[in-house]
């Protein structure tokens, strides 16, 4: 069963860190592009930051460039989002997504996705 599992959403403090991991299970891992979105209440759904399999391409959103950074572990068949310096506008749940291919980009057919993580900045 393919699954993507994500873990480490909790209630935090403005400027504080926090990092959350998903877990891939059931694919092969090294054919997936993995990246990860986020949904604030009333708000469309949006792109955060994907990763390759080498991850030397890994492209992130305007609005959190410079405070977050995605990572893989293709061992471990995880991906992490290391979010640095948050703010209350970062508050949404956070979804792990995965598409085929090699091409880290916003675009493109994210086909498996995770149940998502809550993350709240309180200001």
């Known amino acids: 069963q393919v699954q993507l599992v994500e873990s480490g959403g909790r209630l935090v403090q403005a400027g504080e860190s926090l990092r959350l991991s998903c877990v891939a299970s059931?694919?092969?891992?090294?054919?997936?592009?993995m990246a990860w979105f986020r949904q604030a209440p009333g708000k469309e759904r949006e792109f955060v930051a994907a990763i390759g399999w080498s991850g030397l391409n890994t492209p992130v959103a305007d609005s959190v460039k410079g405070r977050f950074t995605i990572s893989r572990d293709n061992a471990k068949t995880t991906v992490g989002l290391q979010m640095n310096s948050l703010k209350p506008e970062d508050t949404a749940v956070y979804y792990c997504a995965a598409k085929l291919g090699q091409v880290a980009s916003p675009n493109g057919d994210y086909l498996l996705w995770g149940q998502g993580t809550q993350v709240t900045v309180s200001s």
């Open positions: 059931g694919l092969t891992f090294s054919s997936w592009t």
